[in-house]
């Protein structure tokens, strides 16, 4: 059975990391455009904010998540318009976050075991949300850590992106509109200390080698899949690492080759 305090102290690991590299920004930082198109740090934190909000809701009304669904004006704007809605100037948006954050994690803790709470085309557990947001955690804080121009020291942690990515196989290639596959695919990746994170069945055909940060990276569309240590054996998993994606709803746009910011500063 899954730990849910274990990814609620995770998640709020996670989210502390980023907090404590947003917390003592200039003003003007926080208006750093990051690789998001249109996106500044600001607008990172916000979505975060946003997405927490839109989580609680889907565990404690669910009629007003399905509400704010069908409300909005421009669907394919959902995302965007979150994170706009919820900006503010950086202290209360700190704020905002920090207790929007605390309150989606007592709220998780309290949905009864079994119960599926509404998402984005999908439905999922407390577990699974708590993953989801670890997810989203971390990769929002890559993209506000290359804003920054640091790089942040790869964690433990990643094995839940990296669970979450392997499992949303299916869901990569529907979203793209193409087939399901039904063929296994084995995911070997060495993971920040050194030790191996295993996927799928060890006599699978089709398999996916490589640092787990690099396929934390892939499938959050941090990286374009040309500039990661990836190996993909089999014409499945090949076509996998062109599609991959994490995260609920359409197809990103991800990243083209090339597009990789120098080195930072490590935190």
Aim: hydrophobic share 45%; proline share 9%.
């Amino acid at each position: 059975m899954v730990d849910l305090t274990a990814l609620l102290a995770d998640l709020a690991a996670e989210s502390e990391q980023l907090d404590a590299l947003v917390a003592a920004l200039p003003p003007a930082a926080w208006d750093r455009p990051t690789p998001a198109p249109g996106w500044t740090v600001a607008h990172q934190i916000a979505h975060l904010a946003w997405t927490d909000h839109m989580a609680r809701l889907a565990a404690t009304d669910v009629d007003a998540f399905y509400a704010s669904i069908t409300s909005t004006p421009d669907p394919s704007r959902l995302v965007d318009d979150g994170a706009e809605q919820f900006l503010a100037p950086p202290g209360d948006l700190l704020a905002r976050w920090r207790a929007g954050r605390a309150a989606l994690a007592g709220t998780l803790t309290a949905v009864p075991v079994g119960h599926k709470l509404p998402w984005y085309g999908t439905s999922m557990s407390a577990a699974s949300m708590a993953t989801a947001r670890i997810m989203e955690t971390w990769a929002h804080g890559e993209d506000v850590a290359d804003a920054l121009g640091v790089t942040r020291t790869p964690t433990g942690r990643l094995r839940h992106v990296a669970y979450l990515g392997f499992r949303t196989l299916g869901h990569s290639f529907a979203a793209h509109g193409r087939a399901v596959p039904t063929a296994p695919v084995r995911v070997e990746l060495t993971a920040p200390h050194g030790d191996t994170w295993a996927l799928g069945p060890a006599d699978a055909a089709d398999r996916v080698t490589g640092p787990a940060l690099d396929f934390c990276l892939l499938v959050t569309q941090r990286r374009h899949r040309a500039d990661l240590a990836l190996v993909a054996t089999g014409p499945m998993a090949d076509a996998w690492l062109d599609v991959a994606q994490a995260f609920a709803g359409p197809p990103g746009a991800g990243r083209t080759p090339g597009s990789v910011p120098e080195a930072g500063v490590p935190v």
